[in-house]
C-alpha cells in the first residue's frame, strides 16, 4: 500500500506534484492545519504529515498519530511541532534548513528600509490625498551601522546585502568565529557593544532560553536614541512592552516586525505606536521560497517513506537501517558528549578533537563525530541536525580532528571530545557499558563515573572538608530533590568536580545561593 501524506498548511503546489510522481498518496487539505479538531480527526491516518507554521503539531495530535513516521517542515523554524513527543513515539521531524534564507533575508533588508523611510505611514497619507511631504523625513543607510544578533544563515546574508548599500556590520553571535566573520566581512563584538554602535539592529537567532527577550528595557536603554529594530527571526527575541515605550518616547526611532510573541497577532501592544512598520509573518513568502521549501520537503519526505533515508532530520541521525541498532548508544553518547560541552563553551568554538578509542574506533566514526557535533551545537543553533553539523562547523570554521586508536585502559570504549576555544581546551570522555548506557568517565582530566539524567548540575569547587554537607543542605533547603551525586577531583586538596543529577529544573535564586556555597568556583545547569 502506498504511503499517504497529508498537506496541512498553504504548500506550493510542487510539492503536491512530487508526492504524486513519486508514488506517494497525498491529500491537500490546507484549511486543516488551523483546525485543531480535524487534525485530530485525521491524522491517525497519515504516515506523512507536511506542514508550515500554521498547523500545530501538539502533544495531543502526536498522540492520535498512530501511523505517523514523518513530520516534513516546509521551512526552517520548528517551534510549532512538539519535537522530544514525536521523538518518543519514533516520528522523525525535518526542515529544510536553506530553502528559504534568501528571501527571509531580503525581508529584513526590505523591513529596514521601510521604516528608514517610513513608507507605510507616507503610502497611506499620500494614497489620503494628504500630499505631506515635509512630515516624513528619513534616515539614510550608507555608512549606518547594522547590528546583526545572531549571524547564521539568514544573519550571513544579510550582512552580505548591508555590506553592498555600503553600511558596516557588526555582530553579535557566539558561535561566529573570527576567521568567518573576517571572511562575512563583518566585526564581530560584544552584545552591549553592538547595542551602543548600532543605527540599526537586526535579529536573527532561534528562540531559545538565551535569545528570550534578548531586547529588553534594559537592552533598549544601551542603545543609541533614535536607532532602529528589526525582527524577522521570530516573537519574543524582543520584549514588545518595552519596544512599544521606546517607539513612544522616541528612544527608537522606529521598529519594524514581522514576528509577534502571540500569532496571528490581532491585538499587539506595538500596533498604532510611532514609527512601528508590521507584516503579518511573511519572511519566507515569496514565490521562489515556497517553491524551494516545498520541493525539499516533498522530496524529503518520500526519500524517507518510500527508501528510509533521512535528510535534514532534527531528532534522528542519519545512519543506514543496519547499522541503526548497534550504534544507537554511542550515537547518544556522542551527543551527550558533545552536548555537555557546549553547555559549557560561552566562546566561539575554534576547532574540535575527539579521540576513538577500543571497539568505538572501528565503528561509524563519521556518524559518531556527526552526533558529537550535533550535540556541540545544538544549545546555539536552531535547525542543526547529524546532517548538517558537520557543514554548520566547517562553514563556522571549527576544525574538527579525529583520531582513532586501539583499546587502552580499562574501557573497552572510550571517547573522548575536546572543545578548543579562544580561551581554553575543555575535554570530557565516556563510554558505554554492556547495559546499553552511555557514562561520562572523564571531566576536564578529571576521573568519575556519571550517568546524565535529564536535569544535572555541574559544579567545579575546591576539595575541602565540609562542601558535600554543605551543598546537600542548600539543595534540600530549597527543595531540590538530588536523584545522583558523582564526585572526582585532580588531588586531595585541589579542584574537583561534581555531577549532580535533579529532579527538575533549579530556580535562579537556587543557582544563586549555590554558587555562594563557600569553596563553589563554578554552579552550571545542563539539560539533556
Ligand atoms: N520570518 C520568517 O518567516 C522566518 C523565515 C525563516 C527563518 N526565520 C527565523 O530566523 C531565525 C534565523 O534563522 P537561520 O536560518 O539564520 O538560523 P541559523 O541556525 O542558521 O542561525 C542562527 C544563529 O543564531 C546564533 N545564536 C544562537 N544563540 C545565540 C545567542 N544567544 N546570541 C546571539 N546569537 C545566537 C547562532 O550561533 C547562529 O549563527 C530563526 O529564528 C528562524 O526560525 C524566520
Ligand atoms: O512558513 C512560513 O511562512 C514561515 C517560515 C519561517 O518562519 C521559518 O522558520 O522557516
Given at each position: 500500500m502506498a504511503p499517504k501524506v497529508l498537506i496541512?498548511?498553504?504548500?506550493?503546489?510542487a510539492a503536491v506534484q512530487i508526492f504524486k510522481d513519486r508514488g506517494v498518496d497525498a491529500d491537500f487539505l490546507p484549511e486543516v492545519g488551523k483546525d485543531k479538531e480535524k487534525l485530530l480527526e485525521l491524522i491517525?491516518?497519515?504516515d506523512g504529515l507536511a506542514i508550515r507554521s500554521a498547523t500545530k503539531v501538539t502533544e495531543k495530535i502526536i498522540a492520535a498519530a498512530?501511523?505517523?513516521?514523518v513530520i516534513g517542515r516546509a521551512g526552517i523554524g520548528v517551534d510549532n511541532v512538539d519535537i522530544p513527543k514525536a521523538t518518543a513515539r519514533g516520528i522523525i521531524v525535518m526542515n529544510t534548513p536553506f530553502g528559504n534564507a534568501i528571501t527571509t533575508a531580503e525581508h529584513a533588508i526590505s523591513m529596514m528600509m521601510s521604516v528608514a523611510r517610513q513608507i507605510p505611514a507616507a503610502d497611506a497619507s499620500t494614497q489620503a490625498g494628504k500630499w505631506e511631504k515635509s512630515r516624513f523625513m528619513g534616515r539614510e543607510l550608507t555608512g549606518k551601522t547594522l547590528g546583526l544578533i545572531g549571524c547564521g544563515n539568514i544573519g550571513s546574508i544579510v550582512a552580505d546585502r548591508a555590506i553592498g548599500l555600503k553600511m558596516r556590520v557588526i555582530a553579535y553571535d557566539p558561535f561566529l568565529t573570527p576567521e568567518r566573520a573576517l571572511a562575512l566581512g563583518v566585526e564581530k563584538v560584544a552584545l552591549d557593544e553592538l547595542l551602543s554602535r548600532s543605527d540599526f539592529i537586526t535579529l536573527h537567532t532561534p528562540l531559545t532560553d538565551k535569545t528570550r527577550n534578548v531586547i529588553s528595557a534594559d537592552a533598549i536603554a544601551k542603545m543609541k536614541r533614535g536607532a532602529f529594530l528589526i525582527n524577522c527571526a521570530r516573537g519574543g527575541l524582543a520584549d514588545e512592552a518595552a519596544v512599544r515605550v521606546a517607539l513612544d518616547e522616541g528612544k527608537l526611532a522606529g521598529a519594524a516586525f514581522d514576528v509577534f510573541v502571540e500569532e496571528p497577532a490581532k491585538d499587539n501592544v506595538l500596533f498604532g505606536a510611532p514609527n512601528f512598520v508590521s507584516t503579518p509573518h511573511l519572511g519566507a513568502s515569496t514565490s521562489e521560497a515556497q517553491e524551494n521549501v516545498a520541493l525539499q520537503v516533498a522530496e524529503q519526505m518520500c526519500d524517507y517513506l518510500l527508501d528510509g533515508a533521512v535528510r535534514n532530520a532534527l531528532n534522528m541521525p542519519s545512519i543506514s537501517a543496519e547499522e541503526a541498532p548497534k550504534l544507537a548508544p554511542f550515537v547518544r553518547l556522542a551527543e551527550q558528549l558533545g552536548s555537555f560541552a557546549g553547555q559549557l563553551t560561552e566562546t566561539g568554538i575554534e576547532g574540535i578533537r575527539l579521540e576513538y578509542a577500543g571497539a568505538i574506533a572501528e565503528m561509524n566514526v563519521q556518524a559518531l563525530t556527526a552526533a558529537a557535533i550535533t550535540g556541540l551545537l545544538t544549545p546555539l543553533l536552531q535547525t542543526v541536525n547529524m546532517v548538517s553539523a558537520p557543514t554548520l562547523a566547517k562553514e563556522r570554521g571549527i576544525r574538527i580532528e579525529e583520531t582513532r586508536r586501539e583499546k587502552q585502559g580499562a574501557y573497552e570504549t572510550y571517547m573522548r571530545l575536546t572543545v578548543i576555544t579562544e580561551r581554553q581546551e575543555r575535554s570530557v570522555a565516556g563510554t558505554v557499558f554492556a547495559d546499553g548506557k552511555p557514562r561520562i568517565i572523564q571531566v576536564k582530566g578529571i576521573n568519575m563515573e556519571a550517568e546524565l539524567g535529564p536535569h544535572m548540575l555541574y559544579i567545579t569547587n575546591e576539595d575541602k572538608p565540609g562542601f558535600i554537607g554543605h551543598l546537600g543542605m542548600e539543595l534540600g533547603s530549597s527543595g531540590v530533590n538530588i536523584a545522583t551525586f558523582h564526585l572526582g577531583r585532580i588531588a586531595p586538596g585541589e579542584d574537583a568536580i561534581c555531577l549532580v543529577e535533579v529532579d527538575g529544573e533549579v530556580p535562579d535564586e537556587v543557582m544563586a545561593r549555590l554558587r555562594a556555597v563557600s569553596h563553589v568556583k563554578q554552579v552550571q545547569a545542563l539539560k539533556f
Open positions: 496541512s498548511d498553504k504548500l506550493s503546489p491517525g491516518q497519515y498512530d501511523r505517523l513516521k
